[in-house]
C-alpha cells in the first residue's frame, strides 16, 4: 500500500471548517482514500472513502486532487467533539480482497472553543 | 443494529501467562481483523479472518493466534506474554472477499491489555 504523509497536529476554531491534508504521492490506479478518526480511548471510526471523484456524506467531505497524489478531508462546521486523531489510509481494493489497513500516525486535530 | 463488540474491556496479565480475547462483528460482516495499537501509536495490522482461515497476516510472531467461528465470530490468542504486548487490541468487521473490496472496516472499541 501506498505511504501517506500528514501533519502530525493541526488546530481549528469552533464552527470553522476543518481543512486535514494528505500526501500520497506514490498512490496506484486501484489504491482508495480512507479516512478513519480515533477519539481518546475509543477505536478508529471511519468517516468517508473515495478513488478518484470527490466524495461527500454526513459526516464530511473528501476532496482527492486530479493526478490523485494529494487529498483534503474537509470537517465543515467543526465542534469540540471533532477534537481526534484523523487518520489518511491508501489501500488496495481490487481482486475480491478486503486487504490490511496500514496506519501512520495520523493528524490531531484540536478542535477550540 | 449492533456495531462490533469486543470483551473484556480491560485485562491485567503477568508475563509468560496466555490471554483470549474476543469479537462479534457488525451484524451482516464475514470477515475479521485484528490490530495491536501501542501508546501513541496508530494501530498495526496482526491477521485477517474470513470463512474460518486465516486469509492474510501482519509481521507478529506465532505466539500470536487467532479463530473465526461459524457465527462470524473471532478470538485472538497470545501466549507466552511479554511486557511489550501491552496495548489496546483492536477488531474490525467488514464484508470481505468477493464483490466489496472498498468497502471500509468497522472497528469496536478495543480491549486494552496490561502486562506486568
Known amino acids: 500500500d501506498a505511504k501517506t504523509t500528514q501533519p502530525p497536529s493541526m488546530d481549528c476554531a469552533e464552527g470553522r471548517a476543518a481543512n486535514l491534508p494528505c500526501n500520497h504521492s506514490?498512490?496506484?490506479?486501484?489504491?482508495?482514500v480512507y479516512w478513519y478518526r480515533q477519539i481518546h480511548s475509543q477505536g478508529p471510526q471511519y468517516i468517508i472513502h473515495?478513488?478518484?471523484n470527490n466524495e461527500t456524506n454526513e459526516m464530511a467531505s473528501l476532496i482527492i486532487t486530479e493526478d490523485r497524489k494529494s487529498s483534503t478531508l474537509i470537517l465543515p462546521h467543526a465542534t469540540l467533539r471533532d477534537t481526534a486523531v484523523y487518520y489518511c489510509?491508501?489501500?488496495?481494493?481490487?481482486?475480491?480482497?478486503?486487504?490490511?489497513?496500514?496506519f501512520g500516525k495520523g493528524t490531531l486535530l484540536t478542535v477550540n472553543p | 443494529d449492533a456495531g462490533v463488540t469486543q470483551s473484556p474491556t480491560h485485562l491485567i496479565k503477568t508475563r509468560g501467562q496466555q490471554v483470549t480475547l474476543r469479537c462479534s462483528p457488525k451484524?451482516?460482516?464475514?470477515?475479521v481483523s485484528w490490530y495491536q495499537q501501542a501508546l501513541g501509536q496508530g494501530p498495526q495490522f496482526i491477521f485477517q479472518?474470513?470463512?474460518?482461515?486465516?486469509?492474510q497476516r501482519g509481521n507478529f510472531p506465532d505466539r500470536f493466534s487467532g479463530h473465526q467461528f461459524p457465527n462470524y465470530s473471532s478470538e485472538l490468542n497470545v501466549n507466552a506474554l511479554l511486557l511489550g504486548d501491552s496495548a489496546l487490541y483492536l477488531c474490525?468487521?467488514?464484508?470481505?472477499?468477493?464483490?466489496?473490496?472498498?468497502?471500509?472496516?468497522?472497528f469496536g472499541d478495543g480491549t486494552r491489555l496490561s502486562i506486568l
Open positions: 474490525a468487521s467488514s464484508l470481505g472477499f468477493g464483490g466489496q473490496s472498498n468497502q471500509p472496516q468497522h
Open positions: 506514490t498512490i496506484s490506479g486501484n489504491e482508495y
Open positions: 473515495g478513488l478518484k
Open positions: 489510509i491508501v489501500r488496495v481494493a481490487s481482486g475480491g480482497s478486503n486487504y490490511k489497513l496500514t
Open positions: 451484524s451482516g460482516h464475514d470477515t
Open positions: 479472518y474470513y470463512e474460518e482461515e486465516e486469509r
